[in-house]
């Protein structure tokens, strides 16, 4: 599925497919921040980022960037494509939830009860702004793009076992740095995709139907005459 400014064919398509990634990756955040928030073990990603975190006392978001600019050079050097979107996604998501904490938005869950269902409820928040993060077609975000790059590259080993993988390596090094691992980063790991797949299919949306445009490709477009 891709909309009228999903071809990305004009300045003024990429520029409203920019702020629609920038206000979709923001309520992404505040997905994020639920999850957190429901104190119950954080996603693979996110303990691995507040472990981070916590060891070097800095900011979620300062280290959540970190991580992600560090990926995306790893997505770099393996010659991955690499779009506006996936830039926008490495800055925007982990400042969001900064944001969200800054103004204590929602409480940290004191049980199970409370914890599961707010849980699943950031969850759902995730999908569907990936929903609508995925429609500017302007890239992938880095981890996703890691995964297809070192999946691509380990032909002989199913993606899914390239994702366990990967998602278990960063769980590990959060959890050495003190990042929280609980049944929350189960229900994270294993849920995720179902609870996107649903968003999607009440969408109508077929992700890998859409065409990412890679950044030279965007770039061609800004700079070229009659673009606007």
Known sequence: MNTALSYNRTTRAIV???????VSLFVNGFGVYLTIQA???AAPWDVLNLGVSKTLGILYGTASIAISCTILGIDIIMREPIGIAMFIDSIVVGKAVDFFNHFH????C???ATGIPVMIVGLFILAYTQYTYMIASLGCGPRDTLLVGVAKRLKQIPIGAVSISILSFATLIGW???GPVGIGTLICA???GPIMQT???TVHFDATRVHHQKLQESFRVILSRGSV
């Open 176 to 178: 050495l740095l003190g």
């Open 39 to 41: 104190n119950i073990g």
């Open 16 to 22: 409203l497919n920019m702020l629609l990634a920038a």
């Open 105 to 108: 938005v929602v409480p940290p």
């Open 190 to 192: 294993f849920a995720t």
């Open 199 to 201: 968003a999607f299919h």
């Open 110 to 112: 004191r049980s199970l």
